[in-house]
């Protein structure tokens, strides 16, 4: 079946070095797998939250079922992520180190199932933002004139 991606968090890159990324499935409900098959997922500002030896991510906004009834889902509820015990740990090991958080990166199907992407971040400093986006900016130079050149 392959992938299908739901929701990209740009933001996420562009506040914080991803040292290294875990995909984990989540927990959901009948609605809210219908609106995210329907790409109505947001990432931004959302972050994950280990909690008595669970993982949940908070504020990450998934929009009520259109064709939804009064059971619809409420947009920004906490939702449990599915990992093993062991990962936890490591996580839980990483993010008390100082300046790490899990962050969600992306929202995707994986063969029908659900999954959210998390990545262990190091917040930037407003002088690594501006040399990340003037490395990009440069890059982007340079294929505009290799491309002029015809290579």
């Known amino acids: 079946m392959g992938i299908k991606v739901v929701a990209n968090n740009k933001k996420a890159y562009h ?16 609605t809210e797998v219908k609106s ?3 790409s109505a997922c947001n990432l931004r500002d959302s972050y994950c939250r280990i909690r008595n030896g669970e993982i949940f991510v908070e504020n990450m906004h998934i929009s009520p079922y259109d064709f939804g ?15 093993h015990a062991e990962e936890i ?3 839980a ?6 300046g790490y958080a899990l962050i969600p990166t992306r929202v995707y199907f994986k063969d029908g ?12 400093k407003l002088y690594d933002k501006r040399e990340t986006l003037k490395r990009k900016q440069d890059a982007r130079e340079m294929e505009r004139a290799m491309r002029k050149k015809g290579y």
Do not use: C, W
């Not at 506040?15 to 009948?30: H, K, P, R, S, W």
């Not at 199932?113 to 930037?124: F, P, Q």
């Open 36 to 38: 995210l098959r329907a």
């Open 113 to 124: 199932r659900a999954k959210l992407e998390i990545g262990v971040a190091r917040g930037k």
């Open 89 to 91: 740990r490591k996580l």
């Open 15 to 30: 506040d914080y070095f991803i040292d290294e990324t875990i995909e984990a499935g989540m927990v959901l409900q009948g």
């Open 69 to 83: 009834n009064r059971e619809n889902h409420e947009p920004l509820r906490s939702r449990k992520l599915l990992l």
């Open 93 to 98: 090991k990483k993010v008390d180190e100082k």
